[in-house]
């Protein structure tokens, strides 16, 4: 990893397995890996573009479920991982996640020739914005930007105006950023407002009710500062699976007690990495140009200790069940 100031100055490089000899970073494109997890079931298990209309319980304990394309489906248990904006969590009783006081520019640069660059993570930081470079393969390169803005503002998803904001924001910056940002198919760019819902104990609804219970942003969304939010989604995954396998075979009150298990297991995990994430990523927007230099020439350099920073990344989920496929 190299860190960088938007001068192209290098503020800190170091390689994970010497902070941390448990660490290893991979990137990985994620319709690769839906693809890759859709490819394991069985065929016609997963339908696509199928968004919820509404939920409701039926009389006989199951729930009733209608697509916008007027699909009605009723369900002895259902797993919302729907997104950010769940219509299953608003129906749980879940607050709308709140504005975290940033939105992220992101897209999937294609070189196809090769690109030039090593893998390596390049995080660069400037007052109140910073971005970052990954190479994913030898041809692609995914990037981010990260800027402050004091609301949200309206929805924008014409790839021009997205691509054209970008360059705006790091104009001086280092120029392979903005080659990067060049070689970005139109399909790939995108702009979303960060946000996060904080679990806050006895005040929060639970992850599950009846037999219905959330998993990843559906649940607990958060905000991207520690790369952990669809990782945090795949450890909801495996430990619900595990539950489930346990308990299905043993009737209704089995599966409801082994769906709020998970939601009672999996908050100790969740709560603190929500909160972490924020701060971290109000302490990199930081705009105020004295703190900033503090930052650069005394936080980043001298005063982090990379080792503590990454043991959230070391959480064990255990392996499935051998009967769990």
Known sequence: MVVTTAEGNELRSFKFKEEDESQEVRAVERRILLETLANQLPQGAVRFSSKLAKIEKS????TLLQLVDGTQLSAKIVIGCDGIRSPIAKWM?????????HCGLRGLAFFPGG????????????????AGIVPISPTKVYWFVCFNRPSPGPKITDPAVLKKLARELVTNWPSDLLDIIDH???DTISRTPLVDRWLWPSISPPASAGRVVLVGDA???MTPNLG???CCALEDSVILARKLAAAIQS???????ALSSYGS??????????????LIGSLLQWENPVVCSVRNNVIIPKLVKLGPMLEHTNFDCQPLQNQVV
């Open 184 to 186: 970005t198919p139109d």
């Open 228 to 230: 952990q939010g669809a």
């Open 219 to 221: 649940w607990h969304p």
């Open 251 to 257: 009737g209704p009150a089995a599966i409801e007690d």
């Open 59 to 62: 009389e006989d304990g199951e």
């Open 265 to 278: 297991e999996r908050w100790p995990r969740i709560f603190p990495l929500t909160i972490r994430a924020n």
């Open 115 to 130: 690109h030039k660059f090593e893998p390596k993570l390049n995080q660069i930081y400037g007052r109140g914005q910073r």
């Open 93 to 101: 009783g879940f607050p709308e996640p709140k504005y975290a006081g």
